[in-house]
């Protein structure tokens, strides 16, 4: 795993570097960025099926899920104060789909 990421991250750099146009790498890799911080929110949805065939929320992270509504919901604000939208929209897709984990536990 330690290799791909080395390789993701190369190929990261040498697109910044090749890319004559530096608000579009910005721009890119901003969308690029965002859409893993939304899918890191989002991983432990995997479990959410097995949540709501057994009706125990034991296979859900609930002290990682709870940072994660702390971490993102600040960020939001954040993101909001300098009106930021790479900053706030993936931020707030994280809290929204983090506090509906957390819902889980108060429902299950």
């Known amino acids: 795993r330690m290799v791909y990421t080395v390789v993701f991250v190369a190929l990261v750099q040498l697109y ?5 146009d530096l608000p579009t790498a910005q721009l890119r890799l901003g969308i690029l960025c965002s859409s893993m911080a939304v899918a890191y929110c989002s991983a432990p949805l995997a479990n959410v099926q097995h949540v709501f065939s057994t ?39 994280g809290c929204v789909v983090a506090s509906f984990q957390l819902a889980l536990f108060a429902y299950f």
Not at 16 to 20: A, H, K, M, S
């Open 16 to 20: 910044i570097y090749l890319e004559e």
């Open 55 to 93: 009706g125990s929320t034991q296979a859900l992270p609930f002290y990682l899920i709870l940072a994660t509504v702390a971490v993102t919901g600040l960020w939001t604000v954040y993101g909001f104060i300098i009106q930021d939208s790479f900053v706030l929209v993936p931020n707030m897709l």
